[in-house]
């Protein structure tokens, strides 16, 4: 079966006509019913969008092995909550993080890095066997306040280099869909 028959075939399997499958990808309807009869080639980003849009294997569209569908993410974690008894915000968290671009997540990974060195660095606060030895809470409030201000100005810092990401990333995508055809 040649990609043609396999992108006929993906179309009625998720039960769309060609102009609601065109909407989909990005291209016409007349541009779907050349690629189902073999009469127009099918580009590099029609393949991509097509993967994207519909979860299909891109192995299974180009060459028809393995199977057509792959698992969603969704699906992926779902069985990971109920492995781990994850609560609604634990998944949420995860979700979220994995939906962040490759640069944002290793981002967010620095800045927890950064928590937990701060906090390791200031456990003696905690401490109860330092508390014990006369160290007064007065001596701890003043590093404890300036230990938060810097978390907060590393906070502010994240968020500006995730903002300038998302924002460089942004600019390096099309503004059109013409440019998928």
């Given amino acids: 079966m040649e990609i043609a028959n396999r992108i006929f075939s993906l179309r009625k399997c998720v039960g769309l006509n060609q102009e609601s499958f065109g909407k989909r990808i990005g291209v016409t309807r007349s541009a779907v019913c050349n690629y189902e009869n073999g009469s127009r080639s099918i580009g590099e980003q029609v393949i991509l969008s097509i993967c994207r849009e519909f979860n299909v294997s ?3 569209l180009r ?3 393995g199977e057509m569908l792959v698992p969603k993410e969704e699906d992926a974690l779902d069985e990971l909550v ?5 609560s609604d915000g634990d998944h949420m968290l995860i979700e979220k993080f994995l939906k962040l671009k490759s640069a944002e997540r290793q981002a967010v990974i620095a ?4 928590v937990v060195s701060a906090l390791n660095s200031g456990a003696a606060y905690n401490d109860p066997v330092a508390v014990a030895k006369n160290e007064t809470t007065s001596q701890a409030e003043p590093d404890l306040a300036a230990k938060v ?3 907060e100005r590393q906070n502010k810092e994240l968020a500006a280099e995730i903002a300038a990401l998302k924002e ?5 995508w099309p503004s059109d869909t ?3 055809a």
């Fill in 111 to 114: 800045y927890m890095q950064d």
């Fill in 63 to 65: 060459t028809g092995k």
């Fill in 149 to 151: 201000a810097a978390l």
């Fill in 178 to 180: 013409e440019n998928l």
């Fill in 82 to 86: 109920k492995q781990y008894g994850l």
């Fill in 58 to 60: 891109e192995e299974w």
């Fill in 168 to 172: 460089e990333d942004e600019l390096n």
